[in-house]
């Protein structure tokens, strides 16, 4: 079983959305609005600059990198585990499943993060995006996850955007969407959801269902 990472297992969105405002300073942009600060949960970094912040080109890597520098200088600690995520994982687990991350954000930051919310042993493997760009989109982390355990993650992902359901889809795999994450108010459902669950502790009925 795959999961994604923010807005599904951790609330991030403070350490997200401070490094966006520091990197769109750095270019000398105007305080993003919420609506643009929340569009940006979720989707690759370069992605998210580009779409909400209408940036192009060198623009876009140089608030790629200053993002990154104010993220990994510890804002990247700043989130909270969404309650009832740690008890459907142990419970997931004691009934034998075998679960994975599959995250849009860099591999690195995700293993750090994980183990820095005492979630990461509750996985047996994770995977994200490159920090040069070439791995980065919801169907590359998912096929990712898919040939590490070809023969023991139950094909469904846990995702709270509409990405992950896209990215899902290529491969064949309903997604549960996190109602408890960011997203806005359908559009998990719009994009495709399997079923969209309010919190951690409704998934395993709605995998029963599935």
């Known amino acids: 079983m795959l999961f994604d990472l923010d807005g599904t ?102 293993v750090r993060i994980l183990e820095h919310v005492g979630l990461l042993a509750a996985f047996d493997s994770v995977h994200g995006a490159t920090l040069d760009g070439a791995v980065r989109h919801k169907e590359q982390v998912v096929a990712a996850a898919l040939a590490a355990h070809p023969d023991g993650v139950a094909p469904v992902l846990v995702g709270d955007r509409l990405h992950d359901v896209l990215g899902a889809r290529v491969h064949g795999v309903p997604c549960l969407g996190a109602g408890w994450g960011p997203a806005p108010t359908g559009e998990l459902a719009a994009a495709g959801a399997a079923a969209v669950v309010a919190t951690p502790a409704g998934v395993r009925a709605a995998l029963a269902a599935l």
Do not use: C, N
């Open 9 to 110: 297992l951790v609330d991030s969105t403070p350490g997200i959305w401070a490094s966006i405002q520091v990197a769109a300073a750095r270019l000398g942009l105007p305080e993003p609005t919420p609506g643009q600060l929340r569009s940006m949960v979720g989707p690759p970094l370069a992605e998210g600059f580009a779409e909400a912040l209408g940036l192009t080109g060198a623009d876009v890597e140089r608030a790629v990198l200053a993002y990154r520098a104010h993220y990994t200088a510890g804002a990247m600690f700043d989130v909270t585990v969404y309650p009832g995520v740690p008890e459907l994982l142990a419970d997931l687990r004691a009934g034998g499943a075998v679960l994975a991350v599959a995250t849009s954000k860099p591999e690195p930051f995700a």
